[in-house]
T-cell receptor, first 115, second 112 residues
Framework: DVKVTQSSRYLVKRTGEKVFLECVQDMDHENMFWYRQDPGLGLRLIYF???????EKGDIPEGYSVSREKKERFSLILESASTNQTSMYLC??????????????FGPGTRLLVL | GNSVTQMEGPVTLSEEAFLTINCTYTATGYPSLFWYVQYPGEGLQLLLKATKADDKGSNKGFEATYRKETTSFHLEKGSVQVSDSAVYFC???????????FGQGTTLQVKP
């Protein structure tokens, strides 16, 4: 059974803290993605990675960075958390295999509250 | 650029009612189209997909047909159940990166 796990379901942090969100997949997928989900806005892509140590900016990368040192793990970093980064964060992975026809598999999400 | 537009929610239906959630898209080339579902407290999971014009995706009683002439991919189900209560996302995949563009999501609530 395919699995994408995220390090925390709920997280509370203070403004200015450095925040790490971790995502691990066990499907040997090449592609990994970080989204944020906000009511009325759907899912917006923050960053994605198509291979180890490779990354590309998505639609809303400001205030975020990522790290992919191993194929199975993709980390999202909030360098200095701000209240407008309070959101649900979703990680996903997919195979290169069929390009645009590939299904993305999602983790359960991390609900982050920045005070 | 590419985009996806879904009907506004929430949608509230009685059990066994017919469901339609509209989705239209703007894209160059030949995108793939997806419906994902998010049950309360969970991540998204694929509901169905279609990869070329006139394809019909189907799963769990849900169907959607890829209509290139109307740039639409409307989700339908003949008889909804309380367990179908969830948020439904239409998505478009294009280019060669595996990236998806999502609509804003439509919340469905089914009452007994």
């Amino acid at each position: 059974d395919v699995k994408v796990t995220q390090s925390s379901r709920y997280l509370v942090k203070r403004t200015g803290e450095k925040v790490f969100l971790e995502c691990v997949q066990d499907m040997d997928h090449e592609n990994m993605f970080w989204y944020r989900q906000d009511p009325g806005l759907g899912l917006r892509l923050i960053y994605f990675s198509y291979d180890v140590k490779m990354k590309e900016k998505g639609d809303i990368p400001e205030g975020y960075s990522v790290s992919r040192e191993k194929k199975e793990r993709f980390s999202l970093i909030l360098e200095s958390a701000s209240t407008n980064q309070t959101s649900m964060y979703l990680c996903a992975s997919s195979s290169h295999g069929q390009g645009i026809r590939e299904t993305q598999y999602f983790g359960p999400g991390t609900r982050l509250l920045v005070l | 650029g590419n985009s996806v537009t879904q009907m506004e929610g929430p949608v509230t239906l009685s059990e066994e009612a017919f469901l339609t959630i509209n989705c239209t898209y703007t894209a160059t080339g030949y995108p793939s189209l997806f419906w994902y579902v998010q049950y309360p407290g969970e991540g998204l999971q694929l509901l169905l997909k279609a990869t070329k014009a006139d394809d019909k995706g189907s799963n769990k009683g849900f169907e959607a047909t890829y209509r290139k002439e109307t740039t639409s991919f409307h989700l339908e189900k003949g008889s909804v159940q309380v367990s179908d209560s969830a948020v439904y996302f239409c998505a478009l995949g294009s280019g060669n990166t595996g990236k998806l563009i999502f609509g804003q999501g439509t919340t469905l609530q089914v009452k007994p």
